[in-house]
Structure formats: C-alpha cells, structure tokens
C-alpha cells in the first residue's frame, strides 16, 4: 500500500472539505493510506463531515507535519497540497522542497488562475476557478487521476 | 503552535505575500541571508517560496513567518543565537 497527504489551506472556500473527501474516497478504493494535515478548523470540518472515519482516518496538525517532513522523520508517495491564496502556494513550495512526494496541487478560489502560473516547479497542477461548487474541480481531478473502476 | 507567537516580536508587514516580503527584506536590510523552505528558525520550519530571504539588523532577524489563513508576516525578533548560525552559513 502506497500513501498519501492532504495538505489542507484555509478552509474558508467550501470546496476544500468536499474535495478532499471526494480525493481520500477515491484513494482509499485505491488502497492508499490517506493522511491530512491542517489548521484545527480544516481539520474538523472533515472531521464533521466524516464522522466515522469512513474516508479520512489519519490525520495531524499543520506544524508538526511540516516539522516531521523537514526533520525526516516521515515522507509520503504522495502529496496533494490545497492552495487558494498565497500561503497556499508557500506551502506548497516548502512541500517541494522538504518532501520526495510525487506533489500535485489543487489550485481553486476566485484567484486560481494567478496563483496557479506561480508555480514554477514540478508539480500537477489541477486548477479550476471556483470557490463555492466542486463539481468543475471534481471533473479536472477525475481528468488526472486514474481512478479503479 | 510555534513559540513565535509567545516571543515579544515587531510586525513589519502584515497579510502580506511571500514575494512582497523578500522584496522588503532585500531592499531594507544590509545583512540578508538566503534559505530553504523548512530551515529551522528558534522552534519552527520556516514556510515559503525559495530561496526564503532573512534580514539582520542589530540583535534581531527579520523573517517571513506565513499562517495558512492569514497569508505571510514579516516579523523582527531579537536572536543572537539564530544570528550566529546564519553567519556562520548553517543556510542553503
């Protein structure tokens, strides 16, 4: 089994949650170990939202994933980084540098577009203007990953 | 949660951008060091878009410090110990 992390911005646009629940459920009928981190609100509309861990079992505070990840002590197959401004694209560039993780970048918010041609670096970028429906992000992440049938 | 925000610290530029606050650094410091994401600054990993730029004046640093909802600081605090390692080229 393979694993994943969320990194979660700040969830004041709705589509994080809904995203990010609708990515863990995919990977995990993958066989992929979902693991979130995130400010406390982020982490506990998931946990509002999944209750009984159907979709995200894992998850751990911002800081001290960003301390594992720089000090070594932890990496990931995969890394999903939610960015909607741009601490989102901080973020995301200290994930480039301080992980091996095969990165991709969930680019979303009235400012997308913007905050998506300042990423310079390897990274897939899926990247839909929206801040309030998740659907058009939703078919650009089914456009990127190959989900199992 | 960082000691940051338990230290006495000055705010030089606040709801800021990462670039806005290099550019800052760069322009209004002498003494300026540049690293990468995740250098370990009193108990925190600094976030940021490399190379990250910390400035010296005096006793104290002048970093970015970013919050997910808030978007990035620039902030001042004395530390003669961090200045120590920059100066002796713990960086990039």
Known sequence: MSNALFLLGCPESPVQTAIALYLANGLKRGSIDVTVAGTKAAIALLKVSDPEGNYVRKTVDLDSCIENLAEKKVDFDLCFVFVRNDAGISYLSTLSSISDAKLFAIVFGSDADALASMIDFECEKIVYKTGHNPVPLKKRIDQVMAWDA | ?92
């Open chain 2, 1 to 92: 949660m960082g000691c940051i925000e338990q230290m006495k610290y000055e705010v030089l530029l606040k709801n800021t951008s990462f670039k806005e606050c290099r550019e800052y650094v760069e322009n209004n410091f002498k003494e300026v060091y540049q690293v990468k994401p995740g250098y370990k600054m009193f108990d925190v990993y600094l976030i940021g878009v490399p190379p990250i730029s910390i400035g010296v004046d005096g006793d104290d640093v002048i970093f970015p410090y970013t919050k997910p909802c808030y978007g990035t600081f620039l902030l001042r605090i004395r530390a003669e110990e961090e200045i120590e390692s920059l100066r002796k080229g713990e960086v990039l």
